[in-house]
């Protein structure tokens, strides 16, 4: 099967007492870090700049640190989208095609048939709770397109121009809310994201 990478940008502001990260509410999946799917061709630490700056709306980031990769299973489903693929209609090629699924996200697997596997892709109505499959897609996709376990990249980047406590940004057709988050007690992480948080916690007390 195909490797995935992906990359988590934790943006600190230098000075600041306390030390403060940036958060962004995600208007339906929580409060988070930003992260992302490094691209075909990327290297990682370019893709932690291009996903913290994505995803913030802040430029001149720095980067500072590599704080070292873990492996990653998919929260929701069981396999990684590895290279974004169409999604056919029959375990073949020459089968009609309308949809693709992008490189990142999670799928769960269906069956399988002649070197295709039979998957389905929701995308959830995930915070505050979830109550529903916003979107769907069913269909097949070779199998060279999917993976278990992605790598994820971790790297500090500090931003020294000035901010608002909170602002907007406008990306992939959501509104995101980044602000500032004291690393003492930032509150309302996503679960899955909450052991991304030791980590950063971790290799700033190894640095005082």
Not at 138 to 165: I, K, M, N, S
Request: aromatic residues 12%; charged residues 20%; proline residues 9%.
């Amino acid at each position: 099967m195909a490797t995935l990478n992906k990359v988590t940008s934790f943006i600190l502001r230098p000075g600041s007492n306390p030390r403060e990260v940036v958060l962004f509410e995600h208007p339906t999946a929580g409060i988070q870090f930003p992260a992302g799917t490094v691209e075909e061709g990327e290297m990682p630490e370019a893709a932690a700049l291009r996903e913290g700056e994505e995803e913030t709306g802040l430029s001149g980031l720095q980067m500072e640190s590599f704080l070292g990769s873990i492996d990653e299973k998919p929260v929701i489903g069981d396999h990684f989208i590895a290279r974004t693929t169409p999604v056919y209609a029959l375990p073949n090629l020459d089968s009609f095609h309308w949809a693709q699924l992008r490189s990142g996200v999670t799928v769960r697997l269906l069956r399988r048939s002649n070197g295709f596997i039979h998957v389905t892709f929701e995308e959830p109505n995930r915070w505050p709770d979830p109550e529903y499959a916003t979107y769907q897609i069913t269909g097949w996709v070779p199998e060279d397109t999917l993976c278990e376990t992605a790598q994820r990249y971790f790297f500090t980047f500090t931003h020294h121009g000035q901010t608002p406590p909170h602002w907007e940004v406008a990306i992939d057709n959501h509104i995101f809310k980044p602000f500032w988050a004291p690393l003492d007690k930032p509150t309302g992480i996503i679960g899955p994201q909450e052991p991304w948080l030791e980590i950063l916690l971790n290799s700033i007390g190894k640095t005082k």
